[in-house]
Nanobody, 130 residues
Framework: QVHLVESGGGSVQAGGSLRLSCAAS??????????IGWFRQAPGKEREGVAA????????YYADSVKGRFTFSQDNAENTVYLQMNSLKPEDTAMYYC?????????????????????WGQGTQVTVSS
């Protein structure tokens, strides 16, 4: 059974940084052929894609709103993926989720489709104050 566990959320002031972690059990990122994504959902809003990496092609994708501020990384030894978030803004406040679309080769036009992802973590809250 696949479990994804996010951590690293918290409350920061605007301009601050956080690093989110997503540890997997029952699933090995290193040997996967998948799209691994980070999503977020603010109250009253739809879940939106933040960043993703295709383990098949090695390409990474970012939402326009986070480009240049957020960075996706992966530690195969720890079987963990990360989202480094810098220059945080109040509009980044949301619950952040990691997700895996196993067997799915994501592209620029498909990486943010929530329906493609079959494994989800429980989320970690990020709150950015002005």
């Amino acid at each position: 059974q696949v479990h994804l566990v996010e951590s690293g959320g918290g409350s920061v002031q605007a301009g601050g940084s956080l690093r989110l972690s997503c540890a997997a059990s029952g699933y090995t990122f290193r040997y996967s052929r998948a799209c691994i994504g980070w999503f977020r959902q603010a109250p009253g809003k739809e879940r939106e894609g933040v960043a993703a990496v295709s383990t098949i092609g090695g390409l990474s994708y970012y939402a326009d709103s986070v480009k240049g501020r957020f960075t996706f990384s992966q530690d195969n030894a720890e079987n963990t993926v990360y989202l480094q978030m810098n220059s945080l803004k109040p509009e980044d406040t949301a619950m952040y989720y990691c997700a895996v679309a196993d067997g799915f080769r994501c592209s620029g036009g498909t990486w943010s489709a929530t329906s493609a992802y079959n494994y989800w973590g429980q989320g970690t809250q990020v709150t950015v104050s002005s």
